[in-house]
């Protein structure tokens, strides 16, 4: 079982940058491949990064490419979400999400645990 909180979301104006958490609870987090996705409001949820066990391994969706950075810290039980360069079409309630598998995978479904999300907002 893994629990996960995530933090540091925020109101921030565009061309700013904000950095998000993800603390997991549980002795094998650092066996699991993180995940981060984002709902809108009216849309579905969507991909954004991922990162595999031994942080080798990162994905991201093309919309953020070049922007967002994932990296995790397996001695804090942490994955953060780096958020420069943000746009008003980032804003979105952020999840991080854990899966069992050893592939960074972009589908919601094949994550098997998620945080409660937070709310990113960033103004024109």
């Known amino acids: 079982q893994v629990q996960l909180v995530e933090s540091g979301g925020g109101l921030v104006q565009a061309g700013g940058s904000l950095r998000l958490s993800c603390a997991a609870s549980?002795?094998?987090?650092?066996?699991?491949?993180i995940g981060w996705f984002r709902q809108a409001p009216g849309k579905e949820r969507e991909f954004v990064a991922g990162?595999?066990?031994?942080?080798?391994?990162?994905d991201y969706a093309d919309s953020v490419k070049g922007r967002f950075t994932i990296s995790r810290d397996n001695a804090k039980n942490t994955v953060y979400l780096q958020m420069d360069s943000l746009k008003p079409e980032d804003t979105a309630v952020y999840y991080c999400?854990?899966?069992?598998?050893?592939?960074?995978?972009?589908?919601?479904?094949?994550?098997?645990?998620w945080g409660q999300g937070t709310q990113v907002t960033v103004s024109s």
């Open positions: 999400a854990a899966s069992r598998g050893v592939v960074v995978r972009t589908t919601a479904w094949l994550y098997d645990y």
């Open positions: 990162i595999n066990w031994t942080g080798g391994s990162t």
């Open positions: 549980g002795r094998t987090f650092s066996s699991y491949v």
